[in-house]
Nanobody, 124 residues
Framework: QLQLVESGGGLVQPGGSLRLSCAAS????????IGWFRQAPGREREGVSC????????YYRDSVKGRFTISRDNAKNTVYLQMNSLKPEDTAVYYC?????????????????WGQGTQVTVSS
């Protein structure tokens, strides 16, 4: 069964950190661009970050630049999203997704596989 599984979400105070993991099973992430998306209640899903497979190039939405870091460990078939200096507006369900191409403009249709999501809540 081909699937992505996110983990690492939780409740954290403003200014805190979390590291999300996206583990693949049934296929290898080596040839996929991996994107992280998030969806807050009442809002549309938005792209947060993406990492290419070919050269490891990374991309971030402006609101998370300097705070979030995406990385991949192909040996573990896992992609990570390190989130520092978290803000209440980062609260959302976070999803990872795999696209058999390169990072683009976070168009959901470009991504073949999606995880089930992990909740991140930033609150005091």
């Amino acid at each position: 069964q081909l699937q992505l599984v996110e983990s690492g979400g939780g409740l954290v105070q403003p200014g805190g950190s979390l590291r999300l993991s996206c583990a693949a099973s049934g296929f290898t992430l080596d040839y996929y661009a991996i994107g992280w998306f998030r969806q807050a209640p009442g809002r549309e899903r938005e792209g947060v970050s993406c990492i290419n497979s070919s050269d490891g190039s990374t991309y971030y939405r402006d609101s998370v630049k300097g705070r979030f870091t995406i990385s991949r460990d192909n040996a573990k078939n896992t992609v990570y999203l390190q989130m520092n200096s978290l803000k209440p507006e980062d609260t959302a369900v976070y999803y990872c997704a795999a696209a058999p191409s390169v990072c683009g403009d976070y168009t959901p249709d470009e991504y073949d596989y999606w995880g089930q999501g992990t909740q991140v809540t930033v609150s005091s």
